[in-house]
């Protein structure tokens, strides 16, 4: 019998590089050439069509009928001279990935010939099956029908030869199934709210767009080693493995020289990223050996992530042409670092202005002293609900792991800015916009502008950065879809400008001047978001400490941090912003814990077999070995010697037994507490439950096992090593 680990070692060492061919073109000359963008519109369009969907993108007015067959001729004939022969309504289910159903153009008509057909009813509307996507009960009590609706704001696009059609997905009854619509209604509420509170400094503003840049890490492995390790197949993180002698101790890998097989691989996907018009423009190597990063440049937070979906798709599908696998998950290997994933946030206006940069002019910076002030406000209000969004089981482990912020909620936003926050907090003057009155409080403040020329102020450990012109919200875990977290970011801050502006007016209605409500009310928030603010290393221990004094919560695990998902505030939250239902919110907190529940049973039923089928028989094997080899040296040895010299072997004999013994018990006790665990019926506390008595057997069973991979004959050892898994490339 061949050992699989050498079989898929040979296969991994004796590769030979992938052949890819590319034109010779300059990368403008392709770059978006399979989306349905502006270009192809006016070439594909008729004027009213194209003026219709331009109306549609920016004002979300509705397409009527007639242009909408219009559109779908104009498509259609685009798609088809790409060679595109099906087309799918492209969707975002709860399930975090994208969901597309194919259908083709080709239309038998008499004579036994077919046309290509695509009319405006299939652009705008499709009705998939939803019963085998997760709804969180919301289907079980309608019929099984779902809907999918057309979502212009994001082009169309066209892949594997399929036209996509991003679209939104709801039930027979109107109640959302996917990501997507909550997204877009958060954003119109985010848009509605900074609107209205940016026109108290300027009438010119009619729009403000949420901008969203990711940065998504992830590791490669060779297929071969990956498909050999059953772990890494079923829950995409290894369950054992010894730690390598060397992995990321020399920071040698961190930006270092991109491995050519990898590089390679890179090109590849940065051109077919291109072509679908995301604008991936960093690559890099990360800090674990084979782990890497890419990061577009921002784009408006819907498209932003269908691009991040896209590109997940993408890393995926373009590494197994290089027979390489991508590792989305949070934590694929202990003790080196997890990915993440990065969101970086702003705002920005119609009249083309970042709201999260200070200007030039004291109304600009009074303007960026509003939002900073409320989306620290927003983040300590509902910093559970944020912690909430970014929960998962991978994601447990690498919050407050030292590699990554911790399960806290805080805020950094540098030492310039903070000294400007106390002093308008411990000041009582009036402000004032002309900078040659006296009392001009921002006038006697540190000027905005020469606080970001020092852009080296930033602090790698904190959740929630201020990076100088927008937030980078670091918690947020690699194989998330960024939907969820940017729901809620865009959420709470909508629903804090809302109140901002009706405490300001209410002021105003008083009497009380634009500038002085304004600041009077900047400064109370100030006050009152306080404590989520925090320079300090967030990976210590003290921080830890401090935060408990401050009345920030610490969830650490996942069922905790759900327990706000749902809860009556976020009801309220969401409710009162009409992004989701009380019931569309239980549902969605319904599918999480079930998502978690099912992980960890997969995760655990996984272990048992690997620790029963794998990795006892073989410490067995090897064990039987030793004690030939013992009998032997009796026989041939002389009985002083012998005692001298079998000590070592006996021991290493009696060492297997107790580590074979113990992953034995605790395998054995793991199951049991799984199966008092599933005869629960509250998802809530299953979920606790597999939390709290299932899970915690994973690392001790793994002790022992990787204990015995040390002792084993390498030779046996069936599954690829940490040092075999991290460095071939
Ligand atoms: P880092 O130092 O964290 O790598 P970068 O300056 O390289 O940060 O930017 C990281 C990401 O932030 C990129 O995707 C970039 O496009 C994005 N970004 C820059 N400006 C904005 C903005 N105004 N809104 C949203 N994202 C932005
Ligand atoms: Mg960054």
Same mark, same amino acid.
């Given at each position: 019998?061949?050992?699989?680990?050498?079989?898929?070692?040979?296969?991994?060492?004796?590769?030979?590089?992938?052949?890819?061919?590319?034109?010779?073109?300059?990368?403008?000359?392709?770059?978006?050439?399979?989306?349905?963008?502006?270009?192809?519109?006016?070439?594909?369009?008729?004027?009213?069509?194209?003026?219709?969907?331009?109306?549609?993108?920016?004002?979300?007015?509705?397409?009527?009928?007639?242009?909408?067959?219009?559109?779908?001729?104009?498509?259609k004939?685009?798609?088809?001279?790409?060679?595109?022969?099906?087309?799918?309504?492209?969707?975002?289910?709860?399930?975090?990935?994208?969901?597309?159903?194919?259908?083709?153009?080709?239309?038998?008509v008499?004579?036994?010939?077919?046309?290509?057909?695509?009319?405006?009813?299939?652009?705008?509307?499709?009705?998939?099956?939803?019963?085998?996507?997760?709804?969180?009960?919301?289907?079980?009590?309608?019929?099984?029908?779902?809907?999918?609706?057309?979502?212009?704001t994001?082009?169309?696009?066209?892949?594997?030869?399929? @036209?996509?059609?991003?679209?939104?997905?709801?039930?027979?009854?109107?109640?959302?199934l996917?990501?997507?619509?909550?997204?877009?209604?958060?954003?119109?509420?985010?848009?509605?709210?900074?609107?209205?509170?940016?026109?108290y400094?300027?009438?010119?503003v009619?729009?403000?767009?949420?901008?969203?840049?990711?940065?998504?890490?992830?590791?490669?492995?060779?297929?071969?080693?990956? @498909?050999?390790?059953?772990?890494?197949?079923?829950?995409?993180?290894?369950?054992?493995?010894?730690?390598?002698?060397?992995?990321?101790?020399?920071?040698?890998?961190?930006?270092?020289?991109?491995?050519?097989?990898? @590089?390679?691989?890179?090109?590849?996907?940065?051109?077919?990223?291109?072509?679908?018009?995301?604008p991936?423009?960093?690559?890099?190597?990360?800090?674990?050996?084979?782990?890497?990063?890419?990061?577009?440049?921002?784009?408006?937070?819907?498209?932003?992530?269908?691009?991040?979906?896209?590109?997940?798709?993408?890393?995926?599908?373009?590494?197994?042409?290089?027979?390489?696998?991508?590792?989305?998950?949070?934590?694929?290997?202990?003790?080196?670092n997890?990915?993440?994933?990065?969101?970086?946030?702003?705002?920005?206006?119609?009249?083309?202005?970042?709201?999260?940069?200070?200007?030039?002019?004291?109304?600009?910076?009074?303007?960026?002293?509003?939002?900073?002030?409320?989306?620290?406000?927003?983040?300590?209000?509902?910093?559970?609900q944020?912690?909430?969004?970014?929960?998962?089981?991978?994601?447990?482990?690498?919050?407050?792991?030292?590699?990554?912020?911790?399960?806290?909620?805080?805020?950094?936003?540098?030492?310039?800015?903070?000294?400007?926050?106390?002093?308008?907090?411990?000041?009582?003057?009036?402000?004032?916009?002309?900078?040659?009155?006296?009392?001009?409080?921002?006038?006697?403040?540190?000027?905005?502008?020469?606080?970001?020329l020092?852009?080296?102020?930033?602090?790698?450990?904190?959740?929630?950065?201020?990076?100088?012109?927008?937030?980078?919200?670091?918690?947020?875990?690699?194989?998330?879809t960024?939907?969820?977290?940017?729901?809620? @970011?865009?959420?709470?801050?909508?629903?804090?400008?809302?109140?901002?502006?009706?405490?300001?007016?209410?002021?105003?209605?008083?009497?009380?001047?634009?500038?002085?409500?304004?600041?009077?009310?900047?400064?109370?928030?100030?006050?009152?978001?306080?404590a989520?603010?925090?320079?300090?290393?967030?990976?210590?221990?003290?921080?830890?400490?401090?935060?408990?004094?401050?009345?920030?919560?610490?969830?650490?695990?996942?069922?905790?941090?759900?327990?706000?998902?749902?809860?009556?505030?976020?009801?309220?939250?969401f409710?009162?912003?009409?992004?989701?239902?009380?019931?569309?919110?239980h549902?969605?907190?319904?599918?999480?814990?079930?998502?978690?529940?099912?992980?960890?049973?997969?995760e655990?039923?996984?272990?048992?077999?690997?620790?029963?089928?794998?990795?006892?028989?073989?410490?067995?094997?090897?064990?039987?070995?030793?004690?030939?080899?013992?009998?032997?040296?009796?026989?041939?040895?002389?009985?002083?010697?012998?005692?001298?010299?079998?000590?070592?072997?006996?021991?290493?004999?009696?060492?297997?037994?107790?580590?074979?013994?113990?992953?034995?018990?605790?395998?054995?006790?793991?199951?049991?507490?799984?199966?008092v665990?599933?005869?629960l019926?509250?998802?809530?506390?299953k979920?606790?439950?597999?939390?709290?008595?299932?899970?915690?057997?994973?690392?001790?069973?793994?002790?022992?096992?990787?204990?015995?991979?040390?002792?084993?004959?390498?030779?046996?050892?069936?599954?690829?090593?940490?040092?075999?898994?991290?460095?071939?490339?």
């Amino acid at each position: 019998m061949q050992n699989l680990r050498f079989k898929a070692l040979e296969m991994a060492m004796t590769r030979t590089q992938p052949v890819v061919e590319y034109p010779r073109l300059k990368a403008s000359e392709y770059f978006g050439e399979l989306t349905f963008n502006r270009a192809a519109m006016r070439e594909y369009l008729t004027e009213e069509a194209y003026a219709q969907v331009m109306n549609s993108i920016e004002k979300g007015e509705k397409i009527d009928r007639k242009v909408a067959d219009q559109v779908a001729a104009g498509i259609k004939s685009w798609a088809i001279n790409k060679g595109a022969t099906h087309y799918s309504h492209w969707f975002l289910p709860l399930t975090g990935a994208t969901a597309e159903k194919h259908d083709a153009f080709i239309d038998p008509v008499e004579g036994g010939r077919g046309i290509e057909k695509f009319r405006g009813n299939e652009l705008s509307q499709q009705e998939p099956d939803a019963s085998s996507f997760p709804s969180g009960g919301i289907r079980s009590t309608f019929e099984a029908r779902g809907y999918t609706a057309w979502d212009p704001t994001s082009p169309a696009f066209i892949m594997d030869r399929t @036209l996509c059609i991003p679209t939104v997905f709801v039930s027979y009854t109107g109640e959302a199934l996917d990501f997507k619509t909550p997204l877009l209604k958060a954003l119109y509420a985010l848009d509605k709210a900074s609107t209205d509170v940016c026109r108290y400094f300027d009438n010119s503003v009619t729009k403000v767009i949420a901008t969203l840049g990711w940065e998504q890490e992830y590791f490669l492995v060779d297929t071969a080693l990956f @498909l050999a390790r059953p772990d890494l197949v079923l829950t995409g993180r290894t369950l054992f493995g010894h730690a390598s002698a060397k992995d990321q101790q020399l920071e040698d890998h961190y930006f270092g020289t991109i491995p050519h097989r990898v @590089l390679t691989f890179m090109e590849e996907f940065e051109y077919e990223a291109h072509r679908l018009g995301i604008p991936v423009k960093t690559r890099h190597n990360e800090v674990a050996p084979n782990q890497f990063e890419c990061a577009p440049v921002y784009e408006e937070v819907n498209l932003s992530i269908d691009h991040n979906q896209l590109m997940m798709h993408l890393l995926d599908k373009v590494a197994k042409r290089h027979n390489l696998t991508t590792l989305l998950h949070e934590k694929p290997f202990s003790g080196v670092n997890g990915s993440g994933k990065h969101n970086n946030w702003s705002l920005a206006t119609n009249t083309r202005e970042n709201l999260l940069a200070p200007g030039k002019t004291p109304e600009s910076n009074l303007r960026f002293l509003v939002f900073l002030v409320n989306i620290l406000k927003a983040v300590h209000e509902h910093a559970d609900q944020l912690r909430a969004m970014i929960a998962s089981p991978g994601n447990d482990h690498r919050l407050g792991a030292n590699e990554a912020p911790p399960a806290i909620m805080s805020a950094f936003i540098g030492t310039q800015l903070s000294t400007m926050l106390d002093a308008i907090e411990n000041s009582e003057a009036h402000v004032a916009l002309k900078p040659e009155t006296d009392n001009d409080l921002l006038k006697n403040l540190p000027k905005i502008p020469e606080i970001l020329l020092d852009n080296t102020d930033r602090n790698r450990t904190s959740p929630f950065a201020f990076t100088g012109n927008k937030f980078e919200f670091r918690a947020v875990g690699s194989a998330q879809t960024c939907a969820a977290p940017m729901i809620t @970011l865009n959420l709470i801050v909508a629903d804090q400008l809302i109140r901002f502006k009706s405490e300001v007016d209410e002021l105003i209605a008083m009497k009380v001047s634009t500038n002085d409500a304004l600041l009077k009310v900047v400064r109370k928030y100030i006050k009152e978001s306080k404590a989520v603010r925090f320079e300090g290393n967030n990976y210590s221990e003290e921080w830890v400490n401090e935060a408990a004094r401050r009345g920030l919560s610490n969830l650490r695990t996942t069922p905790e941090a759900l327990m706000a998902m749902a809860d009556s505030k976020a009801v309220d939250l969401f409710e009162r912003n009409k992004v989701l239902t009380s019931r569309e919110l239980h549902a969605r907190h319904e599918i999480h814990l079930e998502n978690y529940i099912k992980k960890i049973q997969i995760e655990s039923r996984v272990l048992g077999d690997l620790a029963g089928n794998h990795i006892i028989p073989v410490a067995i094997r090897y064990q039987n070995t030793l004690i030939e080899n013992v009998k032997g040296l009796k026989e041939v040895l002389d009985m002083q010697t012998y005692g001298k010299l079998s000590r070592n072997q006996l021991d290493i004999i009696t060492e297997i037994s107790e580590h074979i013994d113990k992953i034995k018990s605790f395998v054995n006790e793991m199951v049991e507490a799984r199966k008092v665990a599933n005869r629960l019926e509250n998802p809530e506390e299953k979920a606790f439950v597999y939390c709290g008595s299932v899970l915690p057997f994973f690392e001790i069973v793994r002790f022992h096992v990787d204990k015995l991979e040390l002792l084993v004959d390498d030779e046996l050892w069936p599954l690829p090593k940490y040092r075999e898994l991290l460095f071939t490339r």
